[in-house]
């Protein structure tokens, strides 16, 4: 037999097969074995079906009590009590939910309907408040961020800035700190 160079070899199983979706060969299979099915393969868009992730956390605004708001709480991380954290809500006016509250609207949604006591589901506990109460904090949030912003636009332009070790006062220092503000709309979901 004579020796087989670069040219003359047979380069056919290396060459893409215009059989396969991908444009590559089929890989060879010794004999007795079966071929893996492929893990990727493109197909057509009108394919898709939708997927909504389902959360088990989820009560929609058309179930929760007419006047309230409804807020999960962290009462624990992997098992370990944060009391404090609980504490915290209760100052602001949340209060636990209980299986027999609201005429037993929310009976075996997270707890077993036999279950008497506080709404929990994996370290969170249900909590409810007044909505004017979450409506005026909500506002007040609002207010502290302008004010914040507001500050920081003073202290710019009147040079003053912390931790600058150069003259803030001199003008082409003042006449460089120019602000630009753009308002860009963006989705804020409501608790």
Do not use: C
Request: glycine share 6%.
């Amino acid at each position: 037999m004579p020796p087989r160079n670069h040219d003359t070899e047979d380069l056919s199983p290396f060459m893409p097969n215009k059989a396969s979706p991908l444009g590559a060969s089929p890989k060879r299979v010794p004999d007795g074995e079966t071929m893996r099915p492929q893990r990727h393969v493109l197909r057509p868009a009108d394919e898709y079906s939708e997927y909504e992730e389902i959360n088990e956390l989820r009560i929609p605004r058309t179930i929760w009590p007419e006047g309230f708001s409804l807020q999960w709480v962290t009462e624990s991380v992997w098992g370990q009590p944060m009391p404090q954290n609980r504490a915290r809500y209760e100052r602001g006016g949340w209060v636990a939910v209980h299986q027999e509250d609201f005429e037993n609207r929310y009976r075996g949604m997270f707890m077993p309907k036999n279950y008497e006591g506080e709404i929990r589901k994996d370290g969170l506990i249900l909590m409810a408040r007044s909505k004017a109460w979450t409506d005026r904090a909500q506002a007040l949030d609002v207010m502290r961020a302008r004010q914040r912003v507001q500050i920081k636009e003073q202290q710019l332009r009147s040079g003053d800035l912390t931790g600058v070790t150069l003259a803030s006062d001199h003008p082409s220092a003042v006449r460089s700190n120019v602000i630009e503000r753009s308002i860009d709309t963006i989705a804020v979901p409501l608790k």
